[in-house]
């Protein structure tokens, strides 16, 4: 079944900076990569996702890399600020699992200021 | 209505107790999931309902019973649960399980099972 490898599993940044959050995936079928931040005792929170159909999305700070032929696919989070302080999980889609989602093990990323 | 309510937001039950848990959206999704989270894990699959209809179970001990009565509410009956059972239980919902899979996360029950 599909894996998906999540590092690393701490980072920590100095505020303005940027931070990257990698992903690796095995089932080269997958096609949907969600990206969610998880605050401190609150819910996941989707905060950007890609198709494999396309290579690049970006939302305002926030930008997924998707590399179909390494199997893998990244967060980028530009100027950093305190409140992106947060654990982040990236998740792939297999085929045929209807809809199921299989997890990285999160990024807990801290960000001073 | 954008989002994915669950009842309660915490819940304490002794191992003899049964209890309920609930989840209600009104995005017209449907598709709707039971997901276990553990402190610093990423949430775990428990069952999914599609169009009202239980389509996977990923081997969830009985003492957990999902119900769907209608297609804006899911519940989770407890039972006879474990102290391990204490985590975070996550409803989720997306349009459905094809094309539109989106899957957006209510804010969790967290149980203590003493």
């Known amino acids: 079944g599909e894996n998906v490898e999540q590092h690393p599993s701490t980072l920590s940044v100095q505020e303005g900076d940027s931070a990257v959050i990698k992903c690796t995936y095995s089932?080269?079928?997958?096609?949907?990569f969600p990206w969610y931040k998880q605050e401190l005792g609150k819910r996941p929170q989707l905060i950007i996702d890609i198709r494999s159909n396309v290579g690049e999305k970006k939302d305002q700070r926030i930008a997924v890399t998707l590399n179909k032929t390494a199997k893998h696919f990244s967060l980028h989070i530009t100027e950093t600020q305190p409140e992106d302080s947060a654990v982040y999980f990236c998740a792939a889609r297999p085929p045929g699992s209807q809809g199921n989602l299989i997890f990285g093990k999160g990024t807990k990323l801290s960000v001073k200021p | 209505d954008t989002e994915v309510t669950q009842t309660p937001k915490h819940l304490v039950m002794g191992m003899t107790n049964k209890k309920s848990l609930k989840c209600e959206q009104h995005m017209g999704h449907r598709a709707m999931y039971w997901y276990k989270q553990k402190a610093k894990k990423p949430p775990e699959l428990m069952f999914v309902y599609s169009y009202e209809k239980l389509s996977i179970n990923e081997s969830v001990p009985s003492r957990f019973s999902p119900e769907c009565p209608n297609s804006s509410l899911l519940n989770l009956h407890l039972h006879a649960l474990q102290p391990e059972d204490s985590a975070l239980y996550l409803c989720?919902?997306?349009?459905?399980?094809?094309?539109?899979?989106?899957?957006?996360f209510g804010p969790g029950t967290r149980l203590l099972v003493l």
């Open positions: 989720a919902s997306s349009q459905d399980r094809g094309v539109v899979e989106t899957q957006y």
């Open positions: 089932d080269s079928a997958s096609n949907y």
